[in-house]
């Protein structure tokens, strides 16, 4: 079975860093899209970045662009995202997620998700 866990929550001071990392289970994690999402409590889960099975393509939300880096070693199974200039507004839970594409398909939607992981807690504060 298709397996996701995430690591390398915590608490960090406004302005720090963290990186995240998603580690898959089995040898077809290079055919699916990593997606990252967080939810904060009272709010919806929202995408914040993909990339595609190939690594070729990347995107972020507003919200994260510019401070945040996606990322992948499909030799290692893995995913990563590095959190930079974090502000208490990034507070939520992080979890990754799974979609069989295309190669270079970057999938949109939380509903194009086949698989996701447990969360990892990222907290921001001084």
């Known amino acids: 079975q298709f397996q996701l866990v995430e690591s390398g929550g915590g608490l960090v001071q406004p302005g720090g860093s963290l990186r995240l990392s998603c580690v898959a289970s089995?040898?077809?994690?290079?055919?699916?899209?990593i997606g990252w999402f967080r939810q904060a409590p009272g709010k919806e889960r929202e995408g914040i970045s993909c990339?595609?099975?190939?690594?070729?393509?990347?995107n972020y939300s507003d919200s994260v662009a510019g401070r945040f880096t996606i990322s992948r070693d499909n030799a290692k199974n893995t995913a990563y995202l590095q959190l930079n200039n974090l502000k208490p507004g990034d507070t939520a839970v992080y979890y990754c997620?799974?979609?069989?594409?295309?190669?270079?398909?970057?999938?949109?939607?939380?509903?194009?998700?086949?698989?996701w992981g447990q969360g990892t807690q990222v907290t921001v504060s001084s």
């Open positions: 089995g040898p077809i994690f290079k055919y699916y899209a």
């Open positions: 990339i595609s099975s190939s690594g070729t393509n990347t």
């Open positions: 997620a799974a979609s069989l594409t295309d190669s270079d398909y970057l999938p949109q939607r939380r509903d194009e998700y086949d698989y």
